[in-house]
């Protein structure tokens, strides 16, 4: 009999020690073309360019059980083969990560690709008026732009390349899971980190200063109790 314990220890670890790519990035001002365009407008526009978009706003949010075709698949289309999300919530100068985690198992290169609303717009190949016209946009809506505004927006595009070898054929053609992460940075460092370098420091800061000396203190009473019963016995 196969011993079962083993197996499932394997599949744990499957699950747990997942592979991550991350790119770092700063958002920034757009081109004064674009920069008085409300977001509002944006997002009709973007929606008419990109209409299967997520969102993920910041400062900290995560999508999981997200599916994607490889590049090298035969039987995907191509809109199969990436996944849009907009990044929504950023300020202007403050650093922030976009990271892709997925299983260890998946032989898999993930492709994050940054888009600002002009660089989605000259992906696309349009103008901002071609993109308004086709988005049935009429009014602009535009807006005094203010630097260091919180709603900046940015997008990025998920794609998958199989990197595996393996003699069983088709492998490229399954859908890899994968869970898509935005994070800002505080201090230079991830805001799920900063949060648990605090309670990390508060929970040895409490053993330190209150649990350690309980400890110590109960261990004196004992020696000392001990120390009686010996002079007793004496």
Same mark, same amino acid.
Not at 158 to 165: E, K, P, Q, S, T
Not at 197 to 208: D, K, P, S, T
């Given at each position: 009999?196969?011993?079962?314990?083993?197996?499932?220890?394997?599949?744990?670890?499957?699950?747990?020690?997942?592979?991550?790519?991350?790119?770092?990035?700063?958002?920034?001002?757009?081109?004064?073309?674009?920069?008085?365009?409300?977001?509002?407008?944006?997002?009709?526009?973007?929606?008419?360019?990109?209409?299967?978009?997520?969102?993920?706003?910041?400062?900290?949010?995560?999508?999981?059980?997200?599916?994607?075709?490889?590049?090298?698949?035969?039987?995907?289309?191509?809109?199969?083969?990436?996944?849009?999300?907009?990044?929504?919530?950023?300020?202007?100068?403050?650093?922030?990560?976009?990271?892709?985690?997925?299983?260890?198992?998946?032989?898999?290169?993930?492709?994050?690709?940054?888009?600002?609303?002009?660089?989605? @717009?000259?992906?696309?190949?349009?103008?901002? $008026?071609? +993109? =308004?016209?086709? *988005? #049935? %946009?009429?009014? !602009?809506?535009?807006? /005094?732009?203010?630097?260091? @505004?919180?709603?900046?927006?940015?997008?990025? $595009?998920? +794609? =998958?390349?199989? *990197? #595996? %070898?393996?003699? !069983?054929?088709?492998? /490229?053609?399954?859908?890899?899971?994968?869970?898509?992460?935005?994070?800002?940075?505080?201090?230079?460092?991830?805001?799920?980190?900063?949060?648990?370098?605090?309670?990390?420091?508060?929970?040895?800061?409490?053993?330190?200063?209150?649990?350690?000396?309980?400890?110590?203190?109960?261990?004196?009473?004992?020696?000392?109790?001990?120390?009686?019963?010996?002079?007793?016995?004496?």
């Amino acid at each position: 009999m196969v011993p079962k314990i083993p197996i499932l220890l394997a599949m744990l670890c499957a699950l747990v020690f997942a592979n991550t790519e991350i790119r770092h990035f700063t958002p920034t001002d757009e081109s004064s073309e674009t920069a008085s365009i409300s977001q509002l407008s944006r997002d009709k526009i973007v929606a008419a360019l990109v209409p299967s978009l997520k969102s993920l706003t910041g400062p900290y949010e995560t999508i999981e059980f997200e599916k994607l075709a490889y590049l090298q698949s035969t039987n995907a289309t191509a809109t199969d083969r990436e996944n849009w999300y907009a990044l929504r919530n950023l300020e202007n100068g403050r650093r922030y990560e976009i990271r892709v985690s997925y299983a260890a198992t998946t032989p898999s290169d993930f492709q994050l690709t940054l888009f600002t609303f002009g660089d989605l @717009l000259n992906t696309y190949g349009k103008s901002i $008026k071609e +993109a =308004a016209v086709s *988005a #049935g %946009v009429q009014n !602009m809506e535009t807006s /005094e732009h203010q630097e260091g @505004l919180a709603n900046v927006a940015m997008y990025v $595009k998920v +794609a =998958a390349l199989y *990197a #595996g %070898v393996s003699t !069983m054929p088709g492998l /490229e053609n399954q859908l890899v899971p994968y869970v898509l992460t935005l994070e800002k940075h505080v201090y230079g460092l991830p805001v799920q980190a900063l949060r648990l370098i605090v309670v990390l420091v508060v929970v040895v800061l409490g053993a330190l200063f209150v649990i350690t000396p309980r400890v110590l203190a109960a261990v004196d009473d004992i020696v000392a109790e001990e120390e009686r019963e010996s002079r007793k016995m004496d």
